[in-house]
């Protein structure tokens, strides 16, 4: 069974950093992507940031671009979501995913087939 276990949300200041860590568990998959999602209330779920396990490919979203850092760890099997110079913006609901076809449409939440139980993000001003 393919599980996708996200830790490290919580509450935050503004301008202060959190990380969040992703730890698949259940597949083998040489050609993957991991990405990281955000909800806030009343909105869409969009994209954050996402990694491709097979050549490192990164993307992140306009509004977190030199705020935010992905990246992976293959002995621990675990992807971080360092976010860092935080806005009350950023408050939302994080949930990290998995897209077993590889590079396909990386931003689309439809491309992804698990999921993680999702973890709160708070900024306070």
């Known amino acids: 069974e393919v599980q996708l276990k996200e830790s490290g949300g919580g509450l935050v200041q503004v301008g202060g950093s959190l990380r969040l860590s992703c730890a698949p568990s259940?597949?083998?998959?040489?050609?993957?992507?991991i990405g990281w999602f955000r909800q806030a209330p009343g909105k869409e779920r969009g994209v954050v940031s996402c990694?491709?396990?097979?050549?490192?490919?990164?993307y992140y979203a306009d509004s977190v671009k030199g705020r935010f850092s992905i990246s992976r760890d293959n002995v621990k099997n675990t992807v971080y979501l360092q976010m860092s110079s935080l806005k009350p913006e950023d408050t939302a609901v994080y949930s990290c995913?998995?897209?077993?076809?590889?590079?396909?449409?990386?931003?689309?939440?439809?491309?992804?087939?698990?999921w993680g139980q999702g973890t709160q993000v708070t900024v306070s001003s």
């Open positions: 995913a998995l897209e077993t076809t590889g590079w396909g449409s990386p931003i689309d939440p439809e491309e992804y087939d698990y």
């Open positions: 259940g597949f083998t998959l040489d050609d993957h992507t």
């Open positions: 990694i491709s396990s097979r050549d490192g490919r990164i």
